[in-house]
């Protein structure tokens, strides 16, 4: 009798602790789906400084863009949806899936990649029939047991995915990032083992393996901010500086990602997973690095990098400011200013 009611109670308190933890995941659930729900998702209707030189820059590189290739039209198409500019994303829309449905099946990494930008500007436009599409094709795609998961731009279109389907594609999207900063590791390791000096070569090719991994690290960040996941927002964040053997994820970047890598981009995406996160240490930290590497890529006259990095910096902000949540940076707070 005394053990039926010993055991009774071992299951009473058994199922007393599984209900905690399903309310405590459904809880954190929601918490997820509200805070991503309650994101400022584009400018619309924002008039920062840099907003009319921004449209003339995706006018400029929407004029030059060969207008078959989803490829050229994808960073006009994105910047214009961040933007909020319903025109100029409607327009674009249907050459860059026309393009799409061009690439052959030997470039299913490409066109996976791509669906992830049109996925991306999609979500930034609210516009829940192509969201669902592009995520339909990007499923079928990343499923296919010939898809190469180790291929950069499989991995990259992971961690497009996982801002909008963040509990399908996280460990897909994490498991793709480590594997590409093991390459980067790997390679250093067997060129340090040689004992000889780094030839120009090499330099060139642990950079371009440095600066793959680094981009996707940024793409998992920006996926984990959108979700409120602080955990995997940190421990991705340590890993960049662990692998550069830095102190700060400012250096961590400066290191990992030149002109020619999008830095500017980079670290506006960067910005902005900081302002969602609500990063206060981090937020800060990145405006300077932001300003040169801008300063840098317009001097370079990368005009698909500029306008993909002062939207996203933009974005960041106005995200700070919806939350009512602006925080002082060196004593000021940031202004929407951009020099030309």
């Known amino acids: 009798m005394a053990s039926n009611l010993m055991w009774r109670s071992l299951v009473q ?6 209900l905690l933890t399903s309310i405590n995941t459904y809880a954190e659930q929601i918490t997820q789906i509200q805070g991503a729900a309650a994101m400022t998702k584009n400018l619309a209707g924002v008039n920062y400084d840099g907003r009319a030189y921004v449209n003339i820059l995706i006018e400029e590189v929407l004029t030059a863009a060969d207008k078959t290739s989803a490829h050229q039209l994808s960073t006009p198409f994105l910047a214009s949806a961040i933007q909020g500019n319903d025109n100029a994303y409607q327009s674009i829309l249907p050459s860059v899936w026309k393009g799409l ?3 052959s099946e030997t470039e299913n990494p490409k066109k996976a990649w791509l669906l992830g930008r049109v996925l991306a500007a999609a979500d930034a436009m609210s516009d829940q029939r192509n969201v669902k599409r592009a995520t339909a ?7 296919n047991v010939n898809t190469p998961q180790d291929n950069p731009f499989i991995i990259y279109a992971w961690g497009y995915l996982a801002s909008t389907e963040y509990s399908y594609a996280k460990d897909k999207m994490l498991a793709g990032m480590n594997l590409l900063y093991q390459q980067y590791i790997d390679k250093k390791n067997e060129l340090v083992a040689t004992g000889k000096e780094l030839s120009d070569d090499d330099k060139r090719t642990l950079q371009d393996l440095l600066s793959t991994a680094t981009w996707s690290a940024v793409m998992n960040v ?3 901010a959108n979700t409120s996941d602080q955990g995997t927002y940190q421990s991705i964040l340590e890993k960049m500086k662990t ?12 290191t990992s990602l030149t002109i020619g890598d999008a830095s500017a981009w980079a670290i506006g995406i960067m910005r902005l997973a900081a302002a969602t996160m609500k990063d206060i ?9 932001f300003n040169k590497a801008l300063a840098d890529t317009k001097e370079a006259k990368i005009n698909a990098a500029v306008m993909l990095a002062i939207v996203n910096a933009e974005l960041g ?20 200013k951009f020099s030309r």
């Open 101 to 103: 449905n061009t690439l």
């Open 281 to 289: 240490n981090l937020y800060p930290e990145l405006i300077e690095p």
């Open 243 to 254: 692998v550069t053997a830095q102190t700060s994820v400012t250096n961590a970047l400066s």
């Open 222 to 224: 920006q996926a984990a």
């Open 13 to 18: 308190f058994i199922l007393s602790l599984l």
């Open 317 to 336: 902000k106005e995200r700070l400011i919806a939350k009512s949540e602006l925080q002082k940076t060196n004593g000021q707070i940031p202004q929407r």
């Open 137 to 143: 094709e990007l499923k079928t795609l990343l499923e």
